[in-house]
């Protein structure tokens, strides 16, 4: 975990169906890359991870202390946000009780981020939910230990 906010990097997306727009921000909320398009494509993605990892180098910003983060999204972004997942990246917004054993599977994605997926409405949490995106979380790190140990 960084001790400073200003060595976190949040990379919001707005994802649309040919083009995404990214900005970068700090842990403190600080822009520290205006918002710019990048292709929904293979080389869109190539040229949204080297904008990163410039401004990780420029900024002294760790990789393990960036995420991604998005809106609930149409099917048109799942090859980009699975492929940034399967690249180990921590990839937030848009996962639900019903479907983030399928986003696990899909992407080995190392950790999962939730909010408006266990909401009965916009900004209150429902239990039920949240208690049940843990149990499918946990059964996913159960079928993950039972393929290591065979």
Known sequence: ?????????????????TGHVVMFCNGNGKVIRKPFSIK??????????????RSCRHHRID?????????????YADNFINTLHSENWLVAG???????????AA?????????SGVESSPGIKDLYKVKKFIEKVKGMRNVQRSKDIS
């Open 1 to 17: 975990m960084a001790k400073d906010r200003s060595k976190v990097m949040c990379i919001p997306i707005d994802y649309t169906k």
């Open 40 to 53: 929904n494509s293979p080389q869109g993605l190539e040229y949204l991870i080297d904008q990163v990892m």
């Open 63 to 75: 990789m393990k202390h960036i995420f991604f983060g998005g809106e609930d999204c149409g099917t």
């Open 94 to 104: 848009g996962l639900e009780p019903c479907d983030v054993q399928k986003a696990i």
């Open 107 to 115: 992407s080995g994605a190392f950790g999962v981020d939730v909010s």
